[in-house]
């Protein structure tokens, strides 16, 4: 039975220019990215012509300043952004929202002299980043991390360890690295921006996963890297900072892609109970099952609206990490709900690779672990209501 078109979504948008954006993206979601998804994430090929597109369409520095060759959009309007991308392919809207986590550091908190030389090519220079802070040994407790950064006699520093399931590892044009460069724990870590050929630099093969399949997950191995002070994101002991802080803007990311997951799994469901006959007429028409797709549909506007409220806070300047970690942990567990429902809706066929549901259903499951697990997220929120745990 083939997939009816995806209905468009109501969206709330600032400008007619966001309002172009939205059906540009669309357009090439439609066009570029969804029709080979279900084929190239079973063999597991990552897109690179299609980040190259994206960044040739100005879709990789979206967020970012125009100085430096980003598009200047608010939060709310790239998140949406996302969401289109993620609802094609997740791989290509993950894939867009870690590039974006990669450049942080460097847009956020670079100087002048280093934002002029790398921004340009990283925001629309067809560059692919990836964010280097997880470990085999530390992964929520990523203060504890190991990675050693030396510096030599007051010139080049040298980058020893293992970073783990490093998005785009071993296929990243540059790498923004956590490295421990003082004392144990958050205050000793550094950032630094790793050029992907860099000499010692090695990724182990990437991770067999149970979705996801087209974007390369690899350990990467970090042996004697050598990188000019110039490289250096922040002040030395800021990195921690700076990881934490991409991080509350990753986490909506995330959000948007897990809503573009369960948005695409609803109108797979939609489509398929209203073609769908049983007891002499379409499957829709049964209560159970038009509850189920109320409910689905009602999660789904509840996480858009949830991730939407983070971004304009913070598109005014205003605290959002507690409304990020809710919005990460809502719209993720939706996701999760809503494509296991949509399996469900499909019957036998829901369980088949013949049908996307049970691809978006492997797919959710990873966006409750990356970027903090939902029980980091319930960690982070709580902090925010009763301040932090006693040692
Ligand atoms: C596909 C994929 C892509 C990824 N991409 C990247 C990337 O690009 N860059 C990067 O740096 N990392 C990346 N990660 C790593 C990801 O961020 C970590 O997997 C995640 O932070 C969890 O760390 P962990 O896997 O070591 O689990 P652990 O930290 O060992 O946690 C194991 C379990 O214990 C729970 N737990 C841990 N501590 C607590 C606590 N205090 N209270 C309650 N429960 C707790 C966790 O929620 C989890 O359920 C990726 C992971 C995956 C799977």
Known sequence: MPDRAPQPVDRQLPTDEARDLISLVRDIAQREIAPSAAEEEDAGRFPREVFTLLSDSGLLGLPYDAEFGGGEQPYE????????????????GLGVSVHTLASYALAAHGTKEQQAEHLPAMLGGGLLGAYCLSEPTSGSDAASLRTKAVRENGGDWVITGTKAWITHGGIADFYTVMARTGEDGPRGITAFLVPGDAEGLSPAVPEKKMGLKGSPTAQLHLDGVRVPDTRRLGDEGQGFAIALSALDSGRLGIAACAIGVAQAALDAAVSYATERRQFGKPIADFQGLRFMLADMATQIEAGRALYLTAARLRDAGLPFAKQAAMAK???TDTAMRVTTDAVQILGGY????DFPAERYMREAK??????????????????????????
């Open 77 to 92: 309007v790239y998140l949406q952004v996302l969401e289109e991308l993620a609802a094609a392919r997740l791989t290509v």
């Open 329 to 331: 942990l809502h719209c």
């Open 350 to 353: 829901g369980y088949t690779a």
């Open 366 to 391: 990873v966006l409750q672990i990356v970027e903090g697990t939902n029980q980091i997220q319930r960690m982070v929120i709580a902090r925010h209501l009763a301040g932090p745990e006693e040692r």
